[in-house]
């Protein structure tokens, strides 16, 4: 009877709230996001630990940290919320359904390479619901993730204490480019980059963040170039201001291929030789293995995967028509 009383006074929206507050860790960073007040966050959490008897935040200076008893709950409670967004969804399909908005998390260095095809396919097969984007870094994305605050991620391959509870389904290997602007003084007046023994200290570094698994292959590329202690660089994300930089400042930019792809074709940008191969990430889709994706979800993926798809055999082509033209160069 308690179980059934407990059942009947929980509410979406202490769900809602109780989500918030775990991704944020801030009853005030949660009331933000929700467009409500901090009293009125603090209340409706109060309300569902009555409901439910037990209590699901321990707060302090450092924020609000979910109890074990919150930590158990928090897979059902986002569980409940993906079950009625699912059902939202569906109903957007119907001629005069309310839209419904499909939260999905992307790097910011990989968007720029597979969204705009796959929104575009997306958007027409389903014209009634509208995407947000999240951006940011790799960790972010999946903490994101297992709060229910998004449906599923674009990311990496990260390390297994992080991908507990995840699943992650591989598209293809991104490799780390180092970029220059064309025009730039280590390029060649033919527009090709100059070989580089010792590695260039006069310019200034933009680097992938500490901790990324993208700065880790930075560093590794780094070594192998004999690079000295570095003391001055810049650390970002942004593929918006990293080009800026590389434009604008003569920077020599670590960036993964598929953010700067478009400006290599057109010549915008140059990439430099580098002295190994360097190392490759995979890129991939992140989901929780708890819950199930809602219709527009899966149709959001499979334009991804389509995307992916397409862009590994334009790669392909590229590779094949480069091979020909240094076969007939060495005839």
């Not at 390479?113 to 790799?138: E, I, K, M």
Request: hydrophobic share 45%; aromatic share 6%.
């Amino acid at each position: 009877m308690q179980n059934r009383l407990a059942d009947s006074r929980v509410k979406f929206r202490h769900l809602q709230c109780f989500l918030a507050v775990a991704q944020f860790g801030s009853v005030q960073q949660a009331a933000e996001s929700l467009s409500i007040t901090q009293p009125a966050v603090s209340k409706t959490i109060a309300e569902l630990e009555a409901a439910l008897g037990v209590k699901l935040f321990e707060r302090g200076r450092h924020g609000a940290v979910p109890t074990r008893e919150g930590q158990l709950f928090m897979p059902h409670a986002s569980a409940c919320v993906s079950a009625l967004r699912q059902g939202v969804a569906l109903l957007a399909r119907e001629e005069g359904a309310v839209a419904a908005t499909l939260d999905i998390g992307v790097l910011p260095t990989v968007a720029t390479a597979l969204l705009p095809a796959a929104l575009r396919g997306f958007t027409g097969d389903w014209p009634r619901v509208s995407v947000r984007l999240v951006t940011g870094a790799n960790a972010e994305l999946l903490e994101l993730l297992k709060a229910g605050a998004i449906s599923f991620a674009v990311g990496r391959l990260a390390d297994p204490e992080r991908m507990v509870g995840l699943s992650f389904e591989q598209l293809y290997n991104e490799p780390l480019a180092v970029v220059v602007r064309r025009g730039h003084p280590l390029v060649a007046e033919t527009g090709e980059a100059q070989p580089l023994a010792p590695f260039p200290t006069t310019f200034q570094l933009v680097l992938p963040p500490f901790g990324t698994l993208i700065r880790q292959a930075a560093d590794s590329l780094l070594a192998a170039w004999g690079a000295p202690p570095l003391t001055s660089f810049v650390e970002l994300l942004s593929v918006s201001v990293g080009r800026a930089l590389a434009l604008e400042n003569d920077a020599v930019w670590f960036v993964p291929f598929g953010a700067v792809e478009y400006d290599l074709r057109e010549g915008t940008l140059v990439r430099l030789p580098l002295p190994s191969a360097g190392g490759v990430e995979p890129v991939g889709l992140i989901q929780r293995t708890d819950t199930q994706p809602t219709a527009a979800g899966r149709g959001l993926m499979d334009a991804v995967r389509q995307s992916a798809r397409e862009r590994a055999a334009a790669q392909a082509v590229v590779v094949t028509r480069k091979g020909r033209s240094r076969g007939k160069s060495k005839a």
